[in-house]
């Protein structure tokens, strides 16, 4: 069974550039998480969808970050500016029931 | 909200030797817990989790833990590590939502 992918690894821009990462789950997994994890804690959650819809974006900068997850399948966070302090690893997961599988990563660098 | 505490940030252990790591917990409902792994530049990997049942829980690479409902912990452990057992280890809690609350994470170094 194929893991969670995500894209790009690495990533550096400067200040006020935007950027988006991309997210395959689980086949099947209907639920679908993007966290940010900043260096030296512990992942924090961003958004969560169930399908195509979003269940809680309560911790979504949405002055800057959009999420969306069309079809129910993939997903794409995008921020835009960046900010220096959205420096971070950004990790997605999908589920199907309360255990998360956690794809590798994209490591963010705001210069 | 559920929250996690890990009680200790780093733990330097020498090869072959026992270690534990500490975790509690607050909620208010029942809750689901597990720990995770993440080795550098990777993403993180499930150690094993608590649903319901047995309270002393089994994972991969030889580690357990024990839930404790009275004291509201999970501790973390494994009776002789490896220097492959290097790693940042993550707490983490959920209820019936699903939605992960991770501690700050413990660093564990295995020392030959």
């Known amino acids: 069974e194929a893991g969670v992918a995500q894209s790009p690894r690495y990533k550096i821009i400067e200040k006020r550039q935007s950027v988006a990462f991309w997210c395959n789950p689980i086949s099947g997994h209907a639920t679908l998480y993007w966290y940010q994890q900043i260096l030296g804690q512990g992942p924090k959650l961003l958004i969560q969808?169930?399908?195509?819809?979003?269940?809680?974006d309560s911790q979504l900068p949405k002055d800057r970050f959009s999420a969306e997850r069309l079809k129910g399948v993939d997903s794409t966070l995008k921020i835009q500016p960046a900010k220096l302090e959205d420096s971070a690893v950004y990790l997605c997961?999908?589920?199907?029931?309360?255990?998360?599988?956690f794809g590798p990563g994209t490591r963010l660098t705001v210069t | 909200a559920q929250s996690v505490t890990q009680l200790d940030s780093q733990v330097p252990v020498f090869e072959e030797a026992p270690v534990e790591l500490r975790c509690n917990y607050s909620?208010?409902?029942?809750?689901?817990l597990f720990w995770y792994v993440q080795y550098p530049n990777q993403g993180l990997q499930l150690l094993l989790k608590y649903l319901s049942g047995s309270t002393l829980v089994k994972g991969i690479n030889g580690f357990e833990a024990e839930f404790n409902k009275s004291q509201t912990s999970f501790h973390l452990r494994k009776p002789s590590v490896h220097i492959s057992d290097t790693a940042e280890y993550f707490c983490a809690v959920s209820a019936g939502d699903y939605k992960l609350s991770f501690g700050a994470g413990t660093t564990v170094t295995v020392r030959a």
């Open positions: 909620s208010s409902v029942s809750v689901y």
């Open positions: 969808f169930q399908n195509n819809g979003v269940v809680d």
């Open positions: 997961a999908s589920s199907l029931s309360p255990e998360q599988y």
